[in-house]
């Protein structure tokens, strides 16, 4: 058991210590990011207080009024981040700074590369930011008290950034947090107040709080504010600098890196709101976790109520970041509240609309920064036409694919492109998906679509299959498979001879008999057997019916547990092939009904499917092996 009566040593988690040796060796090249850092931290407490209050205001009664302070000292050699925020208890020291048992570190280890630069614009993205503060002091002392609790129940922790930290009970007569960084040697140039002041502005300009700093002249006395902490969403856009949005976004965002874009709109009509929400140029490290630890700020009259990522955004588009700033909301609403409320409806459903505009426009004036945004959001963005279906036309045009007239696997084919290049007759937008680009290109149930020319969208993000479960048609034209359901390719005018035609017809009628002896070969295995019009080249392929999930999903699914329930599919068989004339011959039933479960193996690997017995199968091509070299 620990005790919280006297001081205590404790060490870090391994992975805190590796960090730790990171932020101290390697990130020189930007040192004064500890300052946002530490900043963002100090507002965030505030954030964090604000909306406790807002259910017990006996939490802020008493020093009402929120700021940051920044001092240093010469002779001590020390900077020191304050703010009557939130604060910390014991318990919340240790699991907030001393242990990070925050999924972030680990993944952030894991992406490093080696670069300076690169790797410094992780910090934040991964939440490890309070570390920054030992890229410049040798020691940190952290002194604080949670709002609501006594003077004497106050904790200070310490470390020097190698293994551990200490821990104790303290004494401190102000509510919230002070940072105090003991300055490394060589970093003197910090202890000096101009030009702590510029990268104050730098970074923390439009912090919606006053950020105060002593006058210059006098060291002990007034203070004054040195940011500009005004909203910065409240300004006229002609007011706002490119550098100011950026500024602010990684404040928002806690994102090092700029944004890929942003939207700033002032709403007045039924119901009154600001809007300013950015498109980061990365996905954060926990897009494809259940819940994300950022999301967009909301404001009731400039004042700030809350982070959410449930509420203001749909899933699909939860990268999000900015704020959404309400007129007409009460000034004390509830995360309840935030549930099921007409004014946060309409605020959402204008806030898609102009981001949905916004990609529209990125799409056609700036192809390659949308390219961007496609290669960090594109698979987030396929799961819009189903969750969002008021706006499913408009996300679906959002949408980009691989495509059989491109040889390479880039998403930039858009529906619109598809269908705009249709062949005269064609009604079907075909595509097909696997679980790679290779699967998807190389599908034997391509053959006769690209013999015909006609396009095909490849799709092989693992959500692709999901989503086309739930969407029947785009612009009018209905999607199909062409892995599934039956194929008429009849209509679609292409260059085909008559005499292609001819063949198909006599082909077919010779096929009868084998047809039926393949049925009777595989009738425990297969729905039906039937010639194909998709193969030129394979001799078989497994069609699945148009309501079964693909193979490689079933075996996904298969090996996480889940029950899918399937029928049984359909064998087609290409009747020029080779093999399928050598069968045609062949007098020997035992043979026969060997070659015929090796069709069906065949097509089912092909497909990314599971043998039922794979040990029969080699078993099988083996006795083949052995028949054709005798
Ligand atoms: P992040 O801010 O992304 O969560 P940090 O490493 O900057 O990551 O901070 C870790 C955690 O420590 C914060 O989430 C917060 O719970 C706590 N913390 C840091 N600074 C303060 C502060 N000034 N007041 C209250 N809590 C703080
Ligand atoms: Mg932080």
């Known amino acids: 058991m620990s005790d919280a009566t006297t001081k205590e040593t404790m060490q870090f988690e391994t992975e805190v210590g590796q960090l730790l040796h990171l932020m101290i060796h390697s990130l020189y090249s930007n040192k004064e990011i500890f300052m946002r850092e530490l900043i963002s931290n100090a507002s965030d407490a505030c954030d964090k207080l604000r909306f406790a209050a807002l259910a017990d205001d006996k939490l802020m009664a008493d020093d009402p009024d929120l700021r940051i302070e920044v001092e ?64 410049v002091a040798e020691k940190v002392t952290l002194r604080t008290r949670r709002a609501g609790e006594p003077a004497d129940a106050a904790v200070q922790w310490e470390s020097t950034g190698e293994s551990g930290y200490s821990i104790e009970p303290i004494t401190k007569e102000t509510r919230g947090t002070e940072v105090i960084l003991h300055l490394r040697e060589d970093e003197d140039e910090f202890l000096d107040g101009w030009r702590l002041r510029s990268i104050i502005r730098k970074y923390s300009d439009h912090v919606p709080l006053p950020i105060r700093m002593r006058k210059e002249d006098k060291p002990d006395g007034e203070w004054e504010t040195v940011n500009k902490a005004n909203a910065l969403w409240t300004l006229p856009k002609n007011e706002i600098s490119d550098e100011e949005y950026k500024e602010f976004y990684k404040h928002v965002a806690h994102d090092f890196e700029d944004p890929l874009a942003w939207t700033h709109n002032r709403v007045e009509g039924k119901y009154e709101y600001t809007s300013l929400l950015y498109i980061p140029s990365k996905a954060p490290f926990d897009l494809y976790e259940p819940k ?300 026969f009904n060997g070659w015929a479960q090796l069709l069906l193996d065949q097509a089912i690997l092909s497909e990314g499917g599971q043998l039922e017995d794979p040990a029969g199968f080699v078993h099988r091509m083996n006795d083949m092996m052995l028949t054709l070299s005798k």
């Not at 009460?330 to 099921?340: F, H, T």
């Not at 309409?346 to 990125?362: D, H, P, Q």
């Open 72 to 135: 240093f000292d010469k002779d001590a050699r020390t900077i020191t981040v304050r703010d009557n925020g939130i604060g910390m208890n014991r318990d919340e020291v240790i699991s907030n700074i001393g242990t990070i048992a925050k999924s972030g570190t680990a993944e952030f280890l894991k992406n490093l590369t080696g670069d300076q630069a690169k790797d410094s614009h992780l910090i934040g993205q991964f939440g490890v930011g309070f570390y920054s503060s030992f890229i």
């Open 292 to 591: 994300q630890s950022h999301g967009v700020k909301l404001y009731v009259q400039r004042v700030f109520i809350m982070e959410d990522n449930e509420n203001l955004m749909p899933r699909y588009l939860r990268f999000i970041r900015g704020v959404l700033d309400s007129n007409d909301l009460p000034l004390n609403v509830s995360r309840e509240i935030l549930q099921s409320n007409r004014v946060i409806e309409n605020m959402k459903s204008g806030s898609v609309k102009k981001i949905l505009g916004l990609l529209e426009s990125m799409a056609k004036n700036d192809p390659e920064k949308y390219a961007t945004f496609w290669k960090e959001f594109g698979k987030v963005m396929k799961e819009g036409p189903v969750e969002d279906s008021s706006n499913r036309e408009q996300v679906l045009k959002l949408l980009r694919y691989a495509s059989t007239l491109n040889d390479s696997d880039a998403q930039t084919v858009s529906l619109e492109d598809y269908v705009s290049r249709m062949k005269e007759g064609q009604d079907k937008i075909y595509y097909i998906t696997a679980d790679s680009y290779n699967a998807a290109k190389n599908s034997p149930h391509l053959e006769v679509f690209k013999k015909k020319g006609i396009e095909v969208l490849l799709m092989f993000d693992r959500v692709d299959e999901w989503m086309m479960g739930f969407i029947s048609e785009f612009d009018g034209k209905s999607f199909q498979s062409v892995a599934k359901g039956e194929l008429d390719l009849s209509k679609i005018k292409t260059e085909e001879s008559e005499e292609d035609k001819k063949k198909h017809k006599q082909e077919e009628k010779a096929a009868k008999k084998i047809l039926k002896k393949l049925k009777k070969a595989l009738d425990e295995k297969v729905e039906d057997v039937r010639l194909s019009e998709r193969l030129t080249d394979s001799p078989s392929c497994i069609v699945l019916s148009e309501y079964d999930m693909a193979l490689y999903m079933q075996q996904l699914m298969k090996q996480a547990g889940q029950e899918v329930p399937t029928s049984k599919p359909v064998l087609e068989i290409n009747p020029s092939h080779p093999i399928i004339k050598r069968m045609e011959e062949e007098k020997d039933d035992e043979r």
